[in-house]
């Protein structure tokens, strides 16, 4: 079965730069946009940033730009989310999710309802 496990999370102090991985495995992974998603405590979950199957295109949300990258690896099925300089309001549990590609993606890259699977999330503290 599909399986999209997330590492890297932690205690990280801010202004920290910690790199997210998401290893994904029982699908092909080639043919799957890629979206990191977060959930703070007492929030709905929301999105931080998204990449297509190709690795030609990539999404922020405006909170996260210019701090944040994702990237992917295709050869080893892996999607990273760099965060640079991390803010208090970084911290909360961050998902990946994948979608498999379809020609509409850029219209809902942001919508949880638009991914088909997702992993087991992994905490990120920000501490001063």
């Known amino acids: 079965q599909v399986q999209l496990i997330e590492s890297g999370g932690g205690l990280v102090q801010a202004g920290d730069s910690p790199r997210l991985s998401c290893a994904a495995s029982g699908l092909t992974f080639s043919r799957y946009n890629m979206g990191w998603f977060r959930q703070a405590p007492g929030t709905a979950r929301e999105f931080v940033a998204a990449i297509r199957a190709s690795g030609g295109r990539t999404y922020y949300s405006p909170s996260v730009k210019d701090r944040f990258t994702i990237s992917r690896d295709n050869a080893k099925n892996t999607v990273i989310l760099q965060m640079n300089s991390v803010k208090f309001e970084d911290a909360a549990v961050y998902y990946c999710?994948?979608?498999?590609?379809?020609?509409?993606?850029?219209?809902?890259?942001?919508?949880?309802?638009?991914?088909?699977?997702w992993g087991q999330g992994t905490q990120v503290t920000v501490s001063s």
């Open positions: 999710a994948a979608a498999l590609n379809r020609a509409d993606y850029s219209g809902y890259y942001y919508q949880q309802r638009g991914y088909d699977h």
